[in-house]
């Protein structure tokens, strides 16, 4: 568990001035991932999108702590290689420093185009996180659909139409992905409970292994909701079961916030701009195919941690 | 008997895959991020036994991918490790979004590239086409007639690349270089080591009392300048090829240049071309000398940067001058070393020699002292004028219909 009041002492690595939208999720995410880190030095990567154009728009950075982005689909690749060169001077003894590397990533940067350099990263075992702060579509270039986005979402490239109802495929369970590969950490977290994101961080960052967390982060512009919105509408996904929030330490698997009361989909859908056309009459069917998704994967979920179940 | 050109040298049987493996055991880099792939796979399968026996202090990544193997080796050179990798043909085209990554952040990257054609249709055999695919993407490349030269360019690479503040690449021919046992001469570890010097970057990301953001987006207003930069520390580079090589020579003996010029300086008639078809074509230059024909060769080591007004002025008193390339830029006209061979002479103002252009050896198909003969044939009948220079690109050795 995070102290607020221990927490208000650590600095503050990212600063203000960056040109992400009002009410933007991934800086949210970006100044909690660090104000977890505390006063450990860290490296960070990040893949092409929001994140790293709005943050570096050159000569200015928003970044107080070294921060490198190469291409879209290698923050995995780029971040290991960070990492190995300091496991090699560090041997060497060139470097003395204690460093922790954490590496950024969109959905589209981590779902589709990064999926084999983050699977390759994780699989050869390089202590780093991986943070996919996922606002479920290409954002940056135009809000694209990608495979985080979920089924019936309108997107630029899977739109509502005459003839089609937005993206016809579910989401992929990228997490699930990840717990797959083994690792000692993998957590589903969303921005709105702070606690809950930056206690995950520390544990991620304290394993001596890869760690990964996908975190649900609303994206004003591209779900269409007021800017104002963004923490209880990410709320609303866990209070739904759209998002839980779980973590699965060295296999076991463990649900971190358990809705009061399991509101149904609707009330997530209903505010966001991106899915009101399921609200017509003749797409009821979509909102029903939604929810029996988000109840069978619940369920799942619950049996999983409920059996203490090894990955 | 063979003599060694260095007093301390150790002469040995090499394949070119084993002497540049040789060579980056000596240099012992920090990192070696790399993926296998014929005819390069060698090199970092040897490398590799170097690392789990312990002999260097280097860290291997056996990543999952070209791409992520130069991501990662772009990452380890940023981090401030001195970084290597190697690759060949589709390996080296998967990595074309980073290779224009290194060289635009200015990092001092060296990879053994061995020259193999490219897919479709899949052929693992030499020729150039990878790297002459890459030659616009800001890396300094070495070109390499021998394992000799292979394990020399090695060595001389990494100080340039430091120097230069570029990545570069060194070649040898597929297979025929790669896989070829050759008589070469080694340096002692410590010698190698005490050219190479030890890497100091001026900043690195892993110096985190000095944190700073690098690849950041550059808009209208910067991109233009960093892009400018980029193309003078390319053309500034040909200065520390010469320093280095200057040194290499003092240190080891061997005497390298941008090209090597073979019986080219009262030559009337001769072949550009690069790589390992340069020793073939060094045979028949003695033999037409021998029937007094003045034939020469310009056998290029750096194509990029390319030494152009050196060049021009080389083959300026050249009647007739055939360009050999291995590879062809499918662009309806020329293959590239020709472009570049014709626009440097034209732009220094020599229109005198007739030059034409010859298309050999894809997918590692057959070029052999007679076909060399040939092209001097024409040469010879193009100079004296009893034939026009031909328009286009010749063909060597392949069936038409
Ligand atoms: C190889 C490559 N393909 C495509 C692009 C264009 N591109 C840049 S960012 C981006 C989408 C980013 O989406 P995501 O990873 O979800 O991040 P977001 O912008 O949503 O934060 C795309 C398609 C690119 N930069 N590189
Ligand atoms: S488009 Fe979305 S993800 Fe991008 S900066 Fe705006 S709110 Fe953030
Ligand atoms: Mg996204």
């Known amino acids: ?311 | 008997m063979i003599k060694t050109v260095y007093p301390k040298g150790k002469i040995a049987a090499k394949t070119g895959n084993e002497v540049m493996a040789e060579a980056m055991r000596q240099i012992e880099p920090d990192v070696v991020a790399a993926y296998p792939i014929t005819p390069a796979t060698e090199i970092v399968q040897i490398f590799s036994q170097f690392v789990a026996d312990g002999i260097v202090k280097s860290e291997y990544v056996a990543v999952e991918s070209e791409h992520s193997a130069m991501s990662a080796t772009i990452a380890a050179s940023a981090a401030g490790a001195r970084a290597m990798t190697g690759t060949s043909s589709q390996g080296l085209a998967l990595m074309w979004e980073m290779l224009y990554i290194a060289s635009g952040l200015r990092l001092p990257i060296v990879m053994a590239e061995v020259n193999r054609a490219l897919s479709a249709p899949i052929n693992i055999h030499g020729d150039q086409s990878d790297t002459m695919g890459a030659r616009d993407s800001g890396w300094i490349q070495i070109y390499s007639e021998n394992s000799q030269e292979a394990y020399d360019n090695m060595i001389q690479a990494t100080k340039i690349a430091e120097k230069a503040k570029l990545p570069t690449l060194v070649t040898t021919d597929g297979f025929i270089i790669s896989h070829c046992m050759e008589v070469v001469e080694t340096y002692p570890d410590a010698d190698v080591k005490a050219f190479v010097g030890e890497y100091k970057p001026e900043r690195y990301l892993l110096d985190i009392k000095k944190p700073y953001t690098l690849g950041s987006i550059d808009l209208q207003d910067y991109y233009f300048e960093h892009r400018y930069q980029l193309a003078q520390a390319m053309k500034d580079s040909q200065n520390v090829i010469l320093e280095v090589a200057k040194d290499f020579e003092k240190t080891f003996g061997r005497k390298y240049d941008m090209y090597e010029k073979y019986k080219l300086d009262d030559a009337e008639l001769a072949i550009v071309v690069i790589g390992s078809t340069a020793g073939t074509a060094k045979v028949v230059v003695d033999a037409l000398r021998e029937k007094g024909v003045k034939a020469g060769l310009l056998k290029i080591r750096v194509y990029r940067p390319f030494p152009a007004e050196m060049i021009a002025k080389d083959l300026a008193n050249v009647k007739a001058i055939a360009v050999m390339d291995r590879a062809d830029s499918c662009s309806g006209t020329f293959a590239p070393v020709y472009s570049d061979v014709v626009a440097a002479l034209y732009s220094a103002g020599f229109t005198v020699p007739k030059v034409v252009n010859y298309v050999y050896g894809l997918g590692g198909r057959e070029i052999n002292t007679e076909h060399i003969t040939q092209v001097y044939d024409t040469l010879g009948k193009i100079a004296s004028g009893k034939e026009k220079p031909f328009a286009g690109i010749e063909y060597i050795n392949v069936r038409i219909k």
């Open chain 1, 1 to 311: 568990m995070a102290n607020l009041k221990e927490l208000s002492k650590n600095p503050e690595r990212v600063t203000g001035g960056h040109r992400l939208c009002a009410g933007c999720g991934a800086g949210i995410v970006a100044r909690q991932t660090l104000i977890a880190a505390g006063n450990t030095p860290v490296v960070l990567t990040s893949a092409t999108g929001c994140l790293e154009v709005s943050t570096t728009v050159f000569p200015y950075t928003a970044w107080k702590t070294p921060f490198f982005h190469s291409a879209f689909e290698n923050s995995a690749a780029t971040c290991s290689g960070i990492e190995t060169a300091y496991r090699s001077l560090k041997k060497q003894g060139k470097i003395s420093d204690d460093i922790r590397f954490i590496a950024f990533g969109g959905d589209g940067g981590t779902y589709d185009i990064g999926l084999q350099s983050l699977s390759g990263a994780m699989e050869r075992g390089h202590r780093m996180l991986y943070i996919c702060y996922n606002n479920e579509a290409y954002m940056n270039t135009g809000i694209q659909r990608s495979g985080a986005t979920p089924l019936g979402a309108h997107t630029t490239t899977a739109p509502a139409g005459k003839a089609r109802q937005g993206k016809e495929q579910h989401r992929k369970n990228l997490t699930e992905i990840m717990i797959a590969h083994g690792i000692p950490y993998v957590a589903q977290a969303y921005v709105g409970n702070w606690n809950d994101y930056i206690t995950k961080v520390q544990k991620a960052l304290s394993v001596d292994g890869p760690s990964f967390i996908n975190i649900f982060t609303p994206c004003r512009l591209g779900w269409n909701y007021k800017p104002e919105d963004t923490m209880p509408l990410a709320r609303l996904a866990v209070e739904t079961c759209v998002w839980p929030s779980y973590e699965v330490e060295n296999g076991v698997y463990k649900i971190n916030v358990t809705p009061k009361e399991k509101k149904p989909v609707t009330e997530f859908l209903k505010p966001q701009g991106r899915f009101k056309h399921l609200f017509k009459p003749e797409n009821a069917h979509i909102i029903e195919a939604i929810q029996k998704e988000v109840d069978m994967k619940w369920e799942l979920l619950q049996r999983k941690a409920s059996a203490g179940c090894q990955a």
